[in-house]
């Protein structure tokens, strides 16, 4: 490996920075994006339940609140209705819609920064290229080819390139994945507010 790097000169630095950035923002999306932590099964039927009971004290709401993103975004409905029980609905929609745009920038956390690498790769692999190039067409000088500078060159330009797109390939796999997740996830938090807001609709003394 390290000969590699060797043969692929200086250009390759840069790409080997990108190939652990992304390695990095895998492994941390792959665990922020858990079912677990965004939206756990059945969490929307227990707070239908425990609401059609009494209304949750403050410190079950908090813990609502910390159990996952789903339940930060049914936490903060819920607490609008605690609080004022005959609130109009538009102003719980809005409880829920703040929420949920806090909630959809925690899921797209990091992913603006995956899908650059998957961008920039090509062209750091490209660049290196270019510089293979160059020495390519600097060993040519008037004294005759310079082999070790002719291959030189030519691994610069080979090895870049190669390594861009191995960085470049799993990198837009990854945000492509991630960016389906985050979609799935968002749209099923969508729903999930939408089944507690007509729940709480028809709660006793609400007027609408």
């Not at 925690?106 to 190039?133: C, D, F, H, K, W």
Request: hydrophobic share 50%; proline share 5%.
């Amino acid at each position: 490996m390290l000969s590699i790097i060797q043969a692929a000169g200086w250009p390759i630095w840069p790409l080997i920075l990108c190939s652990v950035a992304a390695l990095a923002l895998v492994f941390e999306r792959l665990s922020a994006l858990r079912r677990a932590r965004i939206a756990p099964d059945g969490l929307v039927d227990e707070v239908i339940g425990v609401t059609r009971q009494a209304m949750p004290t403050a410190d079950m709401l908090s813990k609502l609140a910390d159990n996952s993103l789903l339940g930060s975004v049914l936490a903060a409905g819920v607490k609008v209705v605690a609080l004022d029980p005959r609130c109009p609905e538009e102003q719980i929609r809005e409880a829920f819609e703040s929420a949920g745009r806090a909630a959809a920038h925690q899921l797209e956390r990091y992913l603006n920064a995956l899908a650059t690498i998957a961008s920039a790769a090509p062209l750091l692999g490209l660049l290196g290229t270019v510089i293979g190039m160059i020495e390519i067409f600097g060993s040519q000088g008037g004294s005759g080819t310079n082999p070790a500078q002719l291959a030189h060159g030519i691994s610069v330009a080979l090895y870049n390139t190669a390594f861009g797109l191995m960085v470049a390939i799993p990198s837009l796999i990854a945000h492509r994945f991630f960016r389906g997740r985050v979609n799935e996830s968002l749209h099923e938090m969508e729903q999930g507010a939408e089944r507690l807001l007509h729940h709480l609709r028809r709660l006793p003394l609400r007027q609408f």
